[in-house]
């Protein structure tokens, strides 16, 4: 069975310049999250869909990062413009069971 | 207000010693659920246990045993014989009535042959 897909691998942008990242759950599961790590840190969490619904957004800088999941499958984060704090590893997970989470391998950000 | 706190930052052992990677966490949640992921250079994080606030047995699956402990609020991992291929960052976590993860800042793992 695939494991949840994240792509790009790595991105490398300037300050002010959008990008995007993407992410396939594992088939069937419903729930869908968006995890930011910083250096030396642990996941953040950025924002949690059931289906196609955002349920807990509260931690999405909303004046620069946007989401998506529409048919409740694959999903989409946004940044625009990017600045250089948002360097950092972005990661996506998929579960059936809130209390287990399977991740993908994230997309590293650097932000020139 | 929910934290996870792994106080050691790096640890290196040398093979066939056994580690123990400490976790302590804080939460007003009657229910809660613990974890541990392991996170190996590749990245992903790679589930290994979870807990629930009811059940304090302790656990062993092959090498790995998790001491939890609702007296002192700790959840901690042991590796026994420790082997290269556990060099990686470990994550405790801390879910609860929000279905959302805290995690530690991590304990980075150096198992040298």
């Known amino acids: 069975e695939a494991g949840v897909v994240q792509s790009p691998r790595y991105k490398i942008i300037e300050k002010k310049q959008p990008v995007a990242f993407w992410c396939n759950p594992i088939s069937g599961h419903n729930t869908l999250y968006w995890y930011r790590q910083n250096l030396g840190q642990g996941p953040e969490l950025l924002i949690r869909?059931?289906?196609?619904?955002?349920?807990?957004d509260s931690q999405l800088p909303k004046d620069r990062f946007s989401a998506e999941r529409l048919k409740g499958v694959d999903s989409t984060l946004k940044i625009q413009p990017a600045e250089l704090g948002d360097s950092a590893v972005y990661l996506c997970?998929?579960?059936?069971?809130?209390?287990?989470?399977?991740f993908g391998s994230g997309t590293q950000l650097s932000v020139l | 207000a929910q934290k996870v706190t792994q106080a050691q930052t790096e640890i290196s052992v040398v093979e066939k010693e056994d580690v123990t990677l400490d976790c302590v966490y804080e939460t007003r949640d009657t229910t809660y659920y613990l974890f541990w992921y392991k996170q190996p250079p590749s990245g992903e994080l790679v589930f290994l246990i979870r807990r629930n606030s009811f059940d304090e047995q302790n656990e062993i699956s092959g090498r790995y045993s998790w001491n939890f402990q609702k007296s002192t609020s700790s959840f901690n991992f042991t590796i026994t014989a420790s082997q290269v291929v556990d060099s990686a960052v470990y994550f405790c976590?801390?879910?609860?009535?929000?279905?959302?993860?805290?995690f530690g800042t991590g304990t980075l793992l150096a198992v040298q042959p």
């Open positions: 976590a801390l879910g609860g009535a929000t279905n959302k993860l805290i």
């Open positions: 997970a998929s579960s059936t069971n809130p209390q287990k989470l399977f």
């Open positions: 869909y059931e289906n196609e619904e955002a349920v807990d």
